[in-house]
Each structure stands twice: as structure tokens, then as C-alpha cells.
């Protein structure tokens, strides 16, 4: 059996479009539509109850639009609203982006000691250290919050001295400490991951919480036999809502996504769509 | 004569409380109401036509205040949206935060070489070119965006190489090219003049708009006799509004304030005041 129906991907903004690049890559037959409150982004230094209001506000949006499964493409979110949406979500599968990095950093590690990066929300969440202990108590969790990757992500800075040293100041610690396996607890970090593997080098690896994220939606899918047919109408047919046009982040777009963005759209997350 | 009635600031988060407390230190009977719009700060990076409406929302909030002035805190909305606020306005004078700042540059000046700085939104108006161009059309202006200064702000990040190396790498050209004065063109920037001055040296003066703009309230006060009395309410009967409780910005708050601020509210710009 097949189903036709769309996947929702839920975003603060327009680093969820890494999450919607891998699962084009996995199942190019699947419709999506997407909602990025650019309006209100970024999330990540919010108070926890205004991410989840926001969140609901988001989720709201997407139920609405008779959705076969919810992916939380932000590791904000996440964090802090994921228990909210589901409750809210009633049958509709959720999928939120911590739990996949988990588990990917768990099977990866060979000492034990896996570092998270994220925003300030995700970081004081403690989301990451919960999920990756409750699969290996014994495994080592070193977190922390680094809100200067996102400015620099969006201005572009890749091949930058001020990156380098950010990056360093960030992980001197970490790679002092032995960490061999790095989550990037954010889904606007991917387009660094160059500059942070040339950073902490070769003997950490590095989690995309989006690749794995997008892997757990193939297999949710599967395992509920809810995939489209394969040649089912895919990004030709998908729509990407966002609360405020992403003029200035026009330029950025592939980044996150690898090549332009079809079907872009205006919504409001309070009152429904317009346009 | 003298006139009780409040004066209001708007501002799109905390960072006009730097022209507040030139404000209270210059004319310390004054009340005011101020608005800060935390839920959606920082505007620097969003469309013209979202500033605008934001800004009008905010303004109009104000306007229902019985404020008998009202001064825009904040350089990316007084760049941007100060016409339609004024058109909005009616009788009720309004002060923006640019033409203040672009008077003192071309007053002390000597080369006849300014450089602005502040955000995409700001920058890319040219309002301070053409402020500075209307009252010497002689001076050369050198503007440059420097976004990466609020998060550096937001971090408390001041006696650190990531910061001397961000503001190097901003201002270099402009060093380079002999510009003797320079205008931090966002009120969020003051908690940098030190890390600036130090990185620039002592032959460019920099003006700070944020105390431009309260000297600006005092002089129009004054000459529209619409001062408080001296031992008016002050401080003690003013109000501030956001319209997210600022809970990652509280330790900021002194930054920008210079001691803890009274009767902090929470309002909606949208809908009216939430309590």
C-alpha cells in the first residue's frame, strides 16, 4: 500500500531545508510541505514557553493540511516543544531531530564521549545529554551553546579567519577533553561542516543531525507503510510556506538546500495562510 | 509651561534603552513609556515593508499612550520607517535616531571622511549618506553592515580576539582610506565603543548615535516648551514594555541600562497590552 499524502516539515526558519534536502535525496517521491517561520527566527534564544507557543502555533498549520507524518527539522523545536506537539499531533506520527543524532552519536563513538553544539535553547533543554543516556548510561555528554555559528552561517563566512577562530574557541575544550564524535545539535550548522572537521581534525566525527533525521523519516515510513508510490510527485509537487518572504536570505536558500527552492509561499503561523 | 505627559521610545528590542538612560541623565524629571519589540528583534535583517509594518504596530501602541513625543530608539527603524511613522504621527513630533548622529559627524569631522556602521536594513537605506550629503554635500561617507555585532553584544563578548578580530576585519578599510569619524549607527552597539576605540586608535572620534538622539529630545523639549518639571516623575513613573519577557537578555539589560530597570511589562504590539 502506498500514501499519496504529504510529510510536514516544521521549521523556525530555513535551516530545515537541510533536513528536506537529504529526504528528497532518500525518497524522491514523497510531496512535502514545508512552514519556516523566518518572521520570527531564530528561536534558539527564546524563553522555553514562546518556542512553545510559537511551535504549536507552527504545528497547527501543518495538521491542518492533512499531513501522513511531522518532522521537526529544527533541533530548537525539538528540544523544548517536541512532548507538545505530539500531544497535540494525536495520530499523526511526530519526528523531532535530537533523538536520530543520538543515536547515531551512541553507535559511533568508540570512547564513550560524544560533544553536542546547538543554540542557548537546545543546549539549557539538556535534550541531547537525556537522549543519549537513556541509550548508553555510561556514555560522556559534553554540551555547549554556540550562538555565534548561526550569524556566521548566515553572512556567509565560511573560509574566514573569524570562523576558524570561533570554531576553535568553541571546541578547544572538546577535543582537549577526547570527544571522538560531534553532533551539530542545529540544523543551520551543515554549511560548516568543513571549517569545524578541519578544526577539531580527523579522529572526531561529525553527527549532521539533518542526514539522520531525514534517515528516520524513510524508516517510520516504511516500518508504517506509508510511502508514496516512487515516482509519486515529489519536490515538483511540494510547497514551502514561510512567515516572511526570505528576501535577504534569497542567497542563502542553497545553502541549506543545494539548488533553488520551488513553490516558495507566504503564511501567517497566527492566523492561517496568506496567500 | 511645562507638560507631564510621557515621552515615548520605541525601539525593536533592548538596545534603545542606551538612549534612554542619556535621556533620564539629561532631563531626569521626564516619564517614559517605552516599547520594545524583543519577540521580533533584530529587525536589521528583514524586508523594508515588515520593518515598516512592525514599526507602525509599535508606534501606534505609543501613539494610544497620550505621549506627547515620540523618539525612535533604534536606528534600522528610524532608517527605514521614520516618513511613515510621521505620516501616522499627525501632531505628536517625532525623533529619529539617524539625523541626530549625522550632525555631530559632519560638526567634527575635520577630513571630511565619515564612516557609518550598523545593520543590513540600515546600511542598505543609505539614510545616513544622505542625511550627512543634505548638510555637507562635500564630506565623503563610507558605509559598511556589521551585522555580527549584535550577537557579539548579546554575548557579552567584549574583551575577547573573536571581537577584535570581527571589528578589525569591519573597519581596516575605512582606517585605510582616513576616515576620522565614525558612526555606530545602531543603538546596540555602545557596550563596543571601548573594544572599537582600541582597534581604530584615538585619530577617529566616534560618535554614538544613541546619545545624539537624547540631546535631540532635550533641544526640541525645550524649544516646543514641552519639558517636564525638574522634580517631575522621572524614572520612578515610567514604564517599559516588551513583547517578550527579555529572560535571555535580563543579565544584558544593566549593558545597555546601566542599572536594574524599573517596571519591566509585557505587551503585544498586535493586539494591544497583554497585562
Not at 525518497?27 to 520570527?40: F, Q, W
Not at 507524518?69 to 512532548?83: G, R
Not at 570527544?179 to 553527527?207: A, K, S
Request: charged residues 20%; contains cysteine; aromatic residues 8%.
Amino acid at each position: 500500500m502506498s500514501d499519496p499524502r504529504p510529510i510536514g516539515v516544521l521549521d523556525s526558519g530555513t535551516g530545515g531545508l537541510t533536513v528536506v534536502r537529504e529526504i528528497v535525496r532518500l525518497m524522491p517521491g514523497e510531496r512535502l510541505i514545508y512552514a519556516g517561520d523566518t518572521a520570527r527566527f531564530p528561536y534558539g534564544n527564546r524563553p522555553e514557553e514562546t518556542i512553545r507557543s510559537f511551535a504549536l502555533q507552527g504545528a497547527e498549520t501543518l495538521f491542518g493540511r492533512d499531513i501522513k507524518l511531522l518532522v521537526v527539522a529544527c533541533n530548537t523545536i525539538s528540544a523544548v516543544a517536541l512532548e507538545a506537539i505530539e500531544r497535540y499531533a494525536r495520530d499523526v506520527p511526530v519526528i523531532g531531530a535530537v533523538l536520530p543524532g543520538a543515536r547515531a552519536a551512541v553507535l559511533r563513538t568508540a570512547d564513550r564521549k560524544i560533544g553536542v553544539i546547538g543554540t542557548h535553547a537546545t543546549i539549557r533543554s539538556g535534550a541531547y545529554k537525556k537522549a543519549i543516556e537513556r541509550i548508553d548510561s555510561a556514555a560522556k555528554v559534553y554540551e555547549t551553546a554556540t550562538p555565534f555559528l548561526i550569524p556566521l552561517v548566515e553572512e556567509m563566512m565560511f573560509d574566514h579567519d573569524i570562523t576558524r577562530l570561533t570554531v576553535q574557541f568553541y571546541l578547544y575544550e572538546m577535543i582537549d577533553l577526547g570527544v571522538d564524535c560531534l553532533i551539530l545539535g542545529c540544523t543551520h550548522y551543515p554549511p560548516l561542516l568543513e571549517v569545524v572537521q578541519g578544526t577539531v581534525g580527523t579522529r572526531m566525527q561529525i553527527i549532521d543531525s539533518a542526514l539522520w533525521t531525514a534517515k528516520e523519516v524513510q524508516d517510520i515510513l516504511t516500518a508504517l507503510d506509508l510511502c508514496s508510490e516512487p515516482e509519486g510527485g515529489g519536490l515538483g509537487q511540494s510547497a514551502f510556506f514561510f512567515t516572511e518572504t526570505p528576501l535577504h536570505t534569497a542567497g542563502q536558500l542553497p545553502l541549506f538546500f543545494g539548488e533553488a527552492l520551488p513553490h516558495q509561499k507566504s503564511i501567517s503561523f497566527a492566523g492561517g495562510a496568506k496567500q
